[in-house]
Nanobody, 130 residues
């Protein structure tokens, strides 16, 4: 299984970027997919997640209303549309694929935990200048 993230870059505050993460090796339509980020000197933090089949989405408070996660299972790809970017969004962004949760366990707490994810991409750098 491989995850290839792309779409990062250097932008100005207020600009938009769209990250993509293509999975290969098997299909993941029943698995949740997520985005995390890690800035220098900081711990990796949850950004957004989408459940299997796209039934539910989850967002960190810091990005709610600005970022939108979506998926295209025909392409085995998850996207993160990032609008109104801020300098504090500067990080390396990682995509990940979650294990299928036990029945009734796949809520926001599950998808916000990095330990719920088995497969990780290599990361794509997002830099937002002020």
């Amino acid at each position: 299984v491989q995850l290839q993230a792309s779409g990062g870059g250097l932008v100005q505050a207020g600009d938009s970027l769209r990250l993509s993460c293509a999975a290969s090796g098997r299909t993941f339509s029943n698995n949740g997919m997520g985005w995390f980020r890690q800035a220098p000197g900081k711990e990796r933090e949850f950004v957004a997640a989408i459940s299997g089949g796209g039934v539910a989405t989850y967002y960190a408070d810091s990005v709610k209303g600005r970022f939108t996660i979506s998926r295209d299972d025909a392409k085995n790809t998850v996207y993160l549309q990032m609008n109104n970017l801020k300098p504090e969004d500067t990080s390396i962004y990682y995509c990940a694929i979650a294990r299928i949760p036990l029945t009734g366990m796949g809520g926001s707490v599950y998808y916000q935990a990095s330990t719920s994810y088995d497969y990780w991409g290599q990361g794509t750098q997002v830099t937002v200048s002020s």
